[in-house]
């Protein structure tokens, strides 16, 4: 096969591996599916005690806060469905040393463990954001723009870099800097955080949320391009952000690997 | 096991205990900070009382409310589900069924021993935080303050109890860790964690009051910002919240003979 | 080619102690040590020979061999595989070697083999009609047959071990570094695979660097051994050799038909005796002469002469060590 074509083949293999794994398990297909509609209406409790009593909280109202909560739902799910799995799947292969095998197969070290495993199950929760997407847009009475949609894919895009460059970027600090292997639960937590818009909080907490921990990369700005209210420069610095997080994970990860084989026994 | 061989065992048994938490520090920092869900809904609700109160709650209320929520959570919490499954799949139960102290006494010591660390890292700058921005938040009745390490006792007990009886479900059922994600979205909004049992809609407010979710956070919390309540009012909750410990305790301890004796005719 | 020149791997690992105590003060105070893994090892193998690894638990075996497969990078020294530097990991280096662990497993837990089979087949571009037939032939030698559509965690440990080693093997490697590739196996097991890497190494004229707890692993399959102890290596050659110079001799065993007093006997070397049937260890230069008085006695039936058994060498090499390589 060529060169070029070898990465999407392999990709495909695993996919089709992890699909045959999973459909040995079909029962969770139903409990997978009843969790996940469990938890968007749980997602969805607070947002409703708030703009029941508020018609809208710091410019954002019901419906547009609808929209992030929609992208949100879908991010999550690519985050449990794609990302997840293989990353949590790497700390237990460093445990029992199958982690060795990875690195003596001749295709590149990330991208084998980051494709390694896939939930495919958690296509429910894809489905069910883009659901919340399509209900909020019927509220607000309207259809996205096409303009809106190009600049809200394109975001969307940068989103799911940033959150796939963060996970990366936490395993391989988890395994070379801090060797601790909880690191990524804690990013799990702090994703949650990502379902409100970032301007409902204030201070500190926006700086935090904007800059140190980039959630409203990851759900504010795409549901904002969505909406039409980006303007073209927050736009192209979510696009750099992006990139340069992504740049950042594999240098981070070139280290890791560089450091596992001259440190472990 | 005798009751006095036992109660010779648990010094021991706390000091492993300590010591393992002092041996795995970081990872237990790192489970501390992914309680994050207190701070998160402070930071939005306080950016929402800014604009005027929420329902009754002016900003230093959330400040009080869910400052109280992560201590509460945070001495509280419990990761015996996860103990007993993960014992049970790696065979170690057998073990521990040997040895002449109940494993109930055995998984409580190991949390009992976290406590001062969990203490020691959550509670100087919540505390602190507490006394400078919601002074006004709390309550100033000495009776009422001194009802509130009884409640926050109660709690542990309560919160314990429980998860062990939930963790005990893994002797009948393959995948009961999924339960453990169930019972945390019923607890986070039956118990006050996501949002004061007042603010909840329509009639759940009232069966949250008498479910015992209640005395597992919102209890203690009460107790602490002292909303609508005083001392009298805390004694009646704290005497609620025992007698459920006592209760759950029981069916918890029930469930664990049924499960051993299941194990032992299937051989885990 | 395999060529290491003063080879060095040295780690610093934190000590925690036990106790409250101890613990408590790590918190301020944490103390390294240096562990010398592999301390200044040279060698040179050539290609399609076998090679066993032996030495003690914690010798430095286990990482003389993830370095030479690229897994760790030296502390110092070099070191050299068909002329590739191990560490950088080259496809082309990567294409030529198998590195088999017998505790860890690369096979898909939930999947038949077949299915990681295919997923090797992929990575290391093997075409279609070459990887066909080295299933064929793996089929064969290894007695597949139906294992490799059951799923792995339905094998048993025989044969997971089977289909590990098939997995590793796809691909054709020249270099095939073997860590225990028998541990825990029966014997018939054992033998199958050991049967299995002789073949192969013959017909692939690869080369074959094992290590193995088990000393009827090297024994039969590997003409040269490299003993490590204590991260140096102490006897390079062949088994004879190693169990000349470390225990220069020959067992003579014999039974007595008639009583015969210790001393006279242990006047012909150190003796061991069990009921009538004694064995006496006799120096090389002397034996044909104490052979001819032996059987020159009437009270001496049933005689033999033996090499000492590679346990007993072993035993003698690491009498220091924790446990000797044996089992």
């Known amino acids: 096969m060529t060169a070029a074509l070898r990465y999407p083949r392999l990709l495909a293999l695993q996919l089709r591996v992890s699909l045959t794994t999973a459909m040995q398990y079909r029962a969770d297909f139903v409990v997978e599916g009843l969790m996940s509609v469990y938890w968007v209406s749980w997602n969805l409790l607070p947002l409703l005690i708030l703009y029941a009593d508020r018609p ?11 929209v992030v909560i929609g992208w949100f739902v879908v991010l999550r799910g690519i985050l449990e469905g794609a990302i997840n799995p293989s990353l949590v799947d790497i700390v237990e292969r460093i445990r029992t040393g199958a982690f060795d095998y990875v690195l003596l197969k001749p295709a590149d070290s990330q991208f084998l463990i980051s494709t390694a495993r896939f939930a495919p199950w958690r296509i429910i929760d894809v489905i069910g954001g883009f659901v919340i997407l399509v209900i909020a847009f019927a509220r607000l009475g309207r259809t996205p723009a096409v303009g809106d949609l190009a600049a809200g894919g394109l975001l969307m895009l940068a989103a799911v870099i940033v959150m796939y ?13 801090v060797r601790l292997d909880n690191l990524t639960y804690l990013l799990g937590a702090l994703f949650d955080t990502a379902r409100w818009p970032v301007q409902v909080f204030r201070g500190a907490w926006r700086f935090l949320f904007t800059f140190v921990l980039p959630m409203a990369l990851m759900t504010t700005y795409p549901a904002m391009a969505l909406l039409g ?4 420069t927050t736009a192209l610095a979510c696009v750099a952000g992006a990139l340069a997080l992504a740049i950042g994970a594999r240098l981070l990860w070139i280290g890791a690997v560089r450091n596992y084989t001259s440190a472990s026994s | 096991m005798s009751l006095r061989s036992t109660a010779r065992a648990v010094p021991q048994l706390l ?23 207190p701070l998160v809904m402070l930071g939005l609700w306080t950016s929402v009382a800014a604009d005027g109160e929420f329902r009754g709650y002016s900003s230093p209320d959330f400040v009080a409310y869910y400052l109280a929520a992560l201590i509460v959570r945070n001495l509280t919490g419990s990761w015996v589900v996860w103990q007993i499954n993960d014992e049970i799949r790696r065979g170690i139960l057998a073990m521990r069924l040997l040895r002449p102290v109940h494993p109930f006494v055995a998984y409580a010591a190991s949390h009992v021993a976290a406590v001062p660390l969990r203490g020691l890292i959550a509670l100087p700058v919540t505390v602190i935080l507490l006394a400078t921005t919601a002074r006004d938040s709390l309550t100033h009745d000495p009776l009422q303050i001194a009802l509130i390490l009884p409640s926050l006792a109660g709690a542990w007990l309560l919160t314990f109890a429980f998860l062990f009886g939930l963790g005990c479900l893994a002797f009948f059922i393959d995948k009961s860790m999924a339960l453990l994600d169930v019972y945390f979205g019923v607890f986070a909004v039956l118990s006050g964690y996501l949002i004061p049992l007042s603010m909840l809609p329509s009639w759940l407010p009232t069966v949250a009051r008498w479910l015992p979710f209640r005395f597992m956070l919102s209890a203690p919390v ?21 007698g459920y410990a006592a209760l759950i305790l029981a069916l918890a301890l029930a469930l664990w003979r049924a499960g051993v004796r299941r194990f032992e005719a299937v051989g885990g | 080619m395999i060529r290491a020149t003063d080879l060095r791997k040295h780690f610093r690992v934190h000590k925690r102690p036990p106790g409250l105590a101890a613990a408590v003060r790590s918190l301020w105070h944490r103390k390294y040590e240096t562990v010398k893994a592999v301390d200044g090892i040279s060698f040179a193998i050539a290609r399609g020979e076998r090679v066993g690894f032996l030495g003690p638990n914690g010798a430095g075996k286990t990482t003389t061999l993830k370095t030479l497969s690229g897994l760790l990078h030296p502390t110092s020294g070099t070191v050299e595989v068909e002329g590739h530097t191990p560490f950088r990991r080259e496809g082309a280096f990567l294409r030529q070697i198998t590195l088999v662990m017998g505790q860890k497993q690369q096979l898909l837990w939930d999947l038949p083999p077949a299915d990681t089979f295919a997923m090797n087949r992929a990575l290391y571009d093997v075409p279609v009609a070459q990887f066909d037939a080295t299933m064929k032939e793996l089929t064969e030698l290894l007695d597949l047959g139906p294992l490799v559509t059951k799923p792995t965690r339905q094998l048993s440990l025989g044969e997971h071990m089977k289909c590990e080693l098939a997995c590793a093997l796809l691909h054709r490697p020249t270099t095939l570094f073997l860590d225990e590739p028998t541990i825990g196996l029966d014997v018939s097991m054992q033998l199958a695979i050991r049967e299995f890497i002789r073949d192969y ?30 991260g140096r290596l102490i006897h390079d050659g ?23 007093a210790d001393d006279e006997l242990a006047r012909l070397g150190a003796i061991t005796r069990e009921g009538n049937r004694v064995v006496v260890q006799i120096a090389e230069a002397a034996l044909r002469e104490a052979v001819g008085h032996l059987l020159a006695s009437a009270s001496v039936t049933d005689l033999s002469i033996e090499d000492p058994p590679l346990e007993v060498v072993m035993r003698a090499l690491f009498k220091d060590g924790a446990a000797p390589a044996t089992t």
């Open chain 1, 229 to 232: 209210r980006i303007d073209v």
């Open chain 1, 56 to 66: 809208s909280v710091a410019g954002w109202d019901f419906p547009s806060a609808l």
């Open chain 1, 165 to 177: 460059a963060l996970w990366v970027g936490v395993v391989a600090a988890s395994f070379w800097v």
């Open chain 3, 238 to 260: 062949d088994l004879r050799g190693l169990i000349k110079t470390m225990h220069p001799g020959k067992l003579v065993s014999f039974t007595l038909t008639a009583p015969m």
């Open chain 2, 222 to 242: 009460e107790v602490i910002t002292g909303r609508e309540l005083g001392a009298g009012g805390a004694a009646q909750l704290v005497a609620l919240q025992w």
């Open chain 2, 15 to 37: 000091r492993t205990g300590l010591a393992e938490t002092v041996a795995y520090r970081a990872e237990f920092v790192v489970w501390m900070l992914t309680t994050t869900l």
């Open chain 3, 201 to 230: 190494n013959q017909r692939h004229e690869a080369t074959v660097i094992l290590t193995s707890h088990y000393m009827e692993d090297v024994v039969a399959l590997c003409p040269r051994v490299i003993v490590i102890d204590g």
